[in-house]
Nanobody, 126 residues
Framework: QLQLVESGGGLVQPGGSLRLSCAAS????????IGWFRQAPGKEREGGSC????????NYADSVKGRFTISKDNAKNTVYLQMNSLKPEDTAVYYC???????????????????WGQGTQVTVSS
């Protein structure tokens, strides 16, 4: 059974950092692009970053570019999202998702992703 489990969320002060993890089971990351999406209260889910199947390319939304870094560890079958210089507007539930697209760069369109984790809450507040 294909499963994605996010972890690492929490409460952090503005300017702080968090690292989210997305652990995959039931499949290997080599065959899927992985995206990180987020959904704030009352807003639509939006794409933040993604990494291609090979791991050779990444893509970032303008809102997180320069502050977030996505990476993958094939040995651990896990994708990470390092989030620095966090802002209150980054507060949201963060989801990782897997999709079969081989596009390079990977796509931030949520409809390209078939499998989703349950989400982890990130709150940026003083």
């Amino acid at each position: 059974q294909l499963q994605l489990v996010e972890s690492g969320g929490g409460l952090v002060q503005p300017g702080g950092s968090l690292r989210l993890s997305c652990a995959a089971s039931g499949f290997t990351l080599d065959y899927y692009a992985i995206g990180w999406f987020r959904q704030a209260p009352g807003k639509e889910r939006e794409g933040g970053s993604c990494i291609s199947r090979s791991g050779g390319s990444t893509n970032y939304a303008d809102s997180v570019k320069g502050r977030f870094t996505i990476s993958k560890d094939n040995a651990k079958n896990t994708v990470y999202l390092q989030m620095n210089s966090l802002k209150p507007e980054d507060t949201a539930v963060y989801y990782c998702a897997a999709g079969p697209s081989s596009s390079s760069p990977c796509l931030l369109n949520l409809y390209e992703y078939d499998y989703w984790g349950q989400g982890t809450q990130v709150t940026v507040s003083s």
